[in-house]
């Protein structure tokens, strides 16, 4: 075995059962359902931050209607409403988690 071989070694055994995951997912379903979860939300009458991320939103479907109007309320009129333009997905966790 080569030393570049042998550096490379650990790196590849931890990345390729990832990479054989990527591969194996349903990324039609995956985005059929990332469709219903925005269209659930926009359906409720929110407009969602540009910088939500998959898992949030899935998560936030999910809630029940009082539950969504509660954070998405909470979270943009925070900081007296400073938050009505999210652009930061880590601060926007940090002041409303999901």
Excluded at 68 to 94: C, Q, T
């Amino acid at each position: 075995m080569d030393e570049l071989t042998r550096r490379l070694k650990p790196f590849l055994d931890e990345t390729i059962p990832f990479v054989q995951k990527l591969v194996e997912t349903d990324w039609t379903a995956v985005l059929s359902d990332h469709e219903k979860s925005f269209l659930s939300m926009a359906e409720r009458g929110w407009t969602l931050p540009d910088c939500i991320d998959l898992g949030d939103m899935r998560t936030l479907h999910l809630k029940p209607p009082e539950k969504l109007d509660r954070y998405f309320v909470e979270g943009f009129m925070a900081h007296g409403a400073k938050n009505l333009i999210w652009s930061d997905p880590a601060a926007m966790r940090a002041i409303h988690p999901v």
